[in-house]
């Protein structure tokens, strides 16, 4: 079990690593592409420029015709002009949505991938309980969203392993039947506290096979509680 939690934290502390980085990577690179698009576009006061020179080069453009041609080019100048300012801001609003997508991008595949280790090490662990809940007024055990009716013996039983995990202990038998019976542990037998684990064992695994393998369907009969897809025999 300890083991397992450390597994367990590793590799949530590995997948974030990897999420960071992988965040990291994508804003860095999408910003150098930025920043590579953004200098290598036209200058917007470009033609402006050109329209000005010509103004300065060509005095000897006195003509009505001339004239009013410089000013056409001008007016073409201011529109390239404020067309190349909302070119800059498409683009930019475009490099933030790709960055948006492909971080989602990233985490999905992340998450999918955690999902998928998840559910391996379920399938090669079998049940995995995810909570415990004992009932002592109604004498039931709680595993996960299933619940077993015990015996006063067996819930007794349960509680003492219960009460050891928590505070991280291990229990001989003798000890078991000595926090049972009340009796000093020297004045116990070893055989007891093992039987009492017999009978827990029996009575939880019986109702756990009735419950996930082998149903008792009322009035019909038994049949397994499996896909039949998943059946091999050899």
């Given at each position: 079990?300890?083991?397992?939690?450390?597994?367990?934290?590793?590799l949530?502390?590995?997948?974030?690593?990897?999420?960071?980085?992988?965040?990291?990577?994508?804003?860095?690179?999408?910003?150098?592409a930025?920043?590579?698009?953004?200098?290598?576009?036209?200058?917007?006061?470009?033609?402006?420029?050109?329209?000005?020179?010509i103004?300065?080069?060509?005095?000897?453009?006195?003509?009505?015709?001339?004239?009013?041609?410089?000013?056409?080019?001008?007016?073409?100048?201011?529109?390239?002009s404020?067309?190349?300012?909302?070119?800059?801001?498409?683009?930019?609003?475009?490099?933030?949505?790709?960055?948006?997508?492909?971080?989602a991008?990233?985490?999905?595949?992340?998450?999918?991938?955690?999902?998928?280790?998840?559910?391996?090490?379920?399938?090669?662990?079998g049940?995995?309980?995810?909570?415990?809940?004992?009932s002592?007024?109604?004498?039931?055990?709680?595993l996960?969203?299933?619940?077993?009716?015990l015996?006063?013996?067996?819930?007794?039983?349960?509680s003492?392993?219960?009460?050891?995990?928590?505070?991280?202990?291990?229990?001989?038998?003798?000890?078991?039947?000595?926090?049972?019976?009340?009796?000093?542990?020297?004045?116990?037998?070893?055989?007891?506290?093992?039987?009492?684990?017999?009978?827990?064992?029996?009575?939880?695994?019986?109702?756990?096979?009735?419950?996930?393998?082998?149903?008792?369907?009322?009035?019909?009969?038994?049949?397994?509680?499996?896909?039949?897809?998943?059946i091999?025999?050899?």
């Amino acid at each position: 079990m300890h083991d397992s939690n450390w597994s367990a934290a590793d590799l949530r502390r590995s997948g974030g690593h990897v999420v960071v980085t992988g965040i990291i990577a994508i804003v860095a690179i999408l910003a150098l592409a930025a920043v590579f698009l953004f200098l290598n576009l036209p200058d917007a006061n470009a033609f402006n420029a050109r329209v000005e020179r010509i103004f300065i080069d060509n005095d000897n453009l006195t003509s009505d015709a001339e004239i009013k041609l410089l000013e056409i080019l001008a007016l073409s100048g201011t529109a390239f002009s404020e067309t190349l300012g909302s070119y800059r801001v498409v683009i930019f609003v475009l490099l933030v949505f790709a960055t948006a997508l492909l971080v989602a991008a990233l985490l999905f595949l992340v998450m999918l991938n955690t999902i998928n280790r998840r559910m391996a090490q379920i399938e090669r662990s079998g049940i995995q309980i995810s909570s415990l809940l004992i009932s002592r007024e109604e004498k039931t055990v709680y595993l996960n969203n299933m619940d077993f009716k015990l015996t006063d013996s067996a819930l007794e039983t349960l509680s003492v392993l219960a009460e050891a995990r928590l505070d991280n202990e291990m229990l001989t038998g003798a000890e078991i039947e000595a926090m049972i019976s009340g009796r000093p542990a020297a004045d116990c037998d070893e055989a007891a506290g093992a039987t009492r684990i017999k009978r827990l064992r029996d009575t939880l695994g019986n109702q756990m096979v009735s419950e996930l393998l082998v149903k008792n369907i009322a009035r019909s009969g038994y049949m397994l509680a499996i896909d039949k897809d998943v059946i091999k025999m050899i």
